[in-house]
């Protein structure tokens, strides 16, 4: 890994340096969410193919938000990014999309047209009603948004529903992602039960819904939650679940997964679950924005992340849910002390029932619960508004208590440098 950022790191001089643009792939990712071992391997890759070299300078971010706010108002050149659903369905809105051109690559190497499942295809044609995203984005990831929570404190039932991100049992042991798109779907899932019981109104209607009054209402609830809040963090949540810091994680299910598998390792029991009431189910697509300077290797690079093997690789490193269709990754997660699950509506017919972790991939009926969340466009704003009223008072509490310790041990300093300088006065 530091191996890599020094790489990374010098990549990006020789890039300052006035180096040849059409030799470097500006790769811009989710901190955690890929086998960092690929990327070198990418170059040699690429060159084989086409004789040309490439560098990958690789670099990160947390949350859709500020990579979107890069591209958008900063017009950066990233050749290839990684945004959630309703963030492609807004890049797409404002023209920010290049269309991908995989007729380029010779079919011998093209990953992407062998391995692509149908599923995936139609959950890329909802995300944008009136542009295919299929035209402009190859899936990477998916997931659920859920509960991680420690089995010795927590039971099943409790963390089977939203409302335990406001239990008072488990008060100063709450994470909550910093994501508020993810976290406002599945509290006003939670608030609006009654609704979605009586059918007067649907999920779907819910991922569309930023009116003012269920904003208010989001953040009333939210209000009630963050005094029981241990951080609202963007990716230190599965550490802290690791090390029994926390005991209940809004997050996601690739996070739950890694947290899982390394909590094990250190006697902590963690589990995941998707509540009862229902939640959010995303996916995460390569696409070129339309800043790019280099849409050759970047096309080049979605392929041969679509290749079976490198998919299977960045699963086991990150504990997320590769898009990729081919049976063979699948495959490669099959555990027959696993029960099996259900898994025809993406790998088709002969998955009906599969051995794998249902962390890993939501069962049928989980899915059925879930909803993909769609772009607010304008009205983004005041759900960002709203975010940072619920966790600035957070902030603001915090600061006045610094700023009260500073200012004491200001006064401090001047009365005791006083005291010394009236001493050394009467000495003299
Ligand atoms: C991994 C980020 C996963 C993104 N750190 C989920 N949309």
Redesign the pocket.
């Given at each position: 890994m530091k191996k890599f950022l020094i790489l990374a790191a010098l990549s990006a001089i020789l890039l300052s340096c006035g180096s040849n643009r059409d030799q470097v792939l500006k790769v811009y990712n989710?901190?955690?969410?890929i086998d960092e071992t690929v990327l070198p391997e990418f170059e040699a890759w690429y060159k084989a193919q086409t004789g040309e070299d490439i560098t990958v300078v690789y670099q990160t971010f947390d949350v859709n938000e500020t990579m979107l706010s890069k591209i958008e108002k900063g017009h950066e050149d990233y050749d290839i990014v990684c945004p959630?659903d309703y963030i492609i369905e807004r890049m797409l809105n404002s023209g920010l999309l290049l269309p991908l051109d995989f007729a380029s690559i010779p079919d011998s190497i093209n990953y992407i047209a062998l391995n692509k499942s149908p599923y995936i295809q139609q959950v890329f044609r909802d995300i944008n009603p009136s542009i295919d995203a299929n035209d402009y984005s190859v899936a990477y990831?998916w997931?659920t948004t859920g509960i991680i929570y420690n089995t010795e404190k927590v039971t099943a039932e409790e963390a089977g529903t939203w409302d335990i991100i406001r239990n008072p049992k488990f008060a100063g042991q709450i994470l909550i992602k910093d994501a508020p798109r993810d976290v406002y779907g599945p509290v006003l899932i939670y608030l609006k039960q009654k609704e979605l019981q009586e059918g007067t109104v649907t999920l779907q209607d819910l991922m569309q819904d930023s009116s003012d009054e269920s904003i208010a209402a989001v953040e009333a609830y939210l209000k009630q939650v963050k005094d029981g809040v241990l951080g609202w963090e963007a990716?230190f949540g599965k550490d802290q679940m690791t090390k029994g810091r926390g005991v209940v994680s809004l997050n996601?299910s690739?996070?739950a997964v890694w947290a899982i598998d390394e909590a094990a390792e250190v006697g902590v029991s963690l589990d995941y679950i998707v509540p009862e009431e229902g939640s959010t189910v995303?996916f995460?697509g390569w696409v070129i924005p339309k800043y790019a300077k280099n849409t050759k290797a970047a096309t080049y690079f979605i392929d041969f992340m679509c290749r079976p093997d490198i998919a299977i690789r960045n699963m086991d490193e990150?504990g997320?849910v590769s898009a990729n269709g081919a049976f063979e990754v699948l495959e490669s997660q099959i555990d027959d002390e696993l029960e099996p699950i259900d898994l025809s509506y993406f790998f088709g017919p002969e998955a009906a029932a599969v051995c794998v972790d249902p962390v890993l991939y939501p069962d049928k009926s989980v899915i059925d619960r879930c909803a993909l969340e769609h772009d607010w466009g304008k009205d983004t704003d005041k759900l960002l508004a709203m975010w940072s009223r619920v966790k600035g008072d957070n902030a603001s509490s915090m600061t006045y208590v610094i700023i009260a310790i500073a200012f004491i041990a200001i006064i401090a300093a001047i009365l005791v440098s006083r005291k010394n300088k009236k001493r050394r006065h009467k000495r003299r």
């Open positions: 989710w901190s955690d969410y959630s990831m997931g990716d996601w690739g996070d995303w995460d990150t997320y």
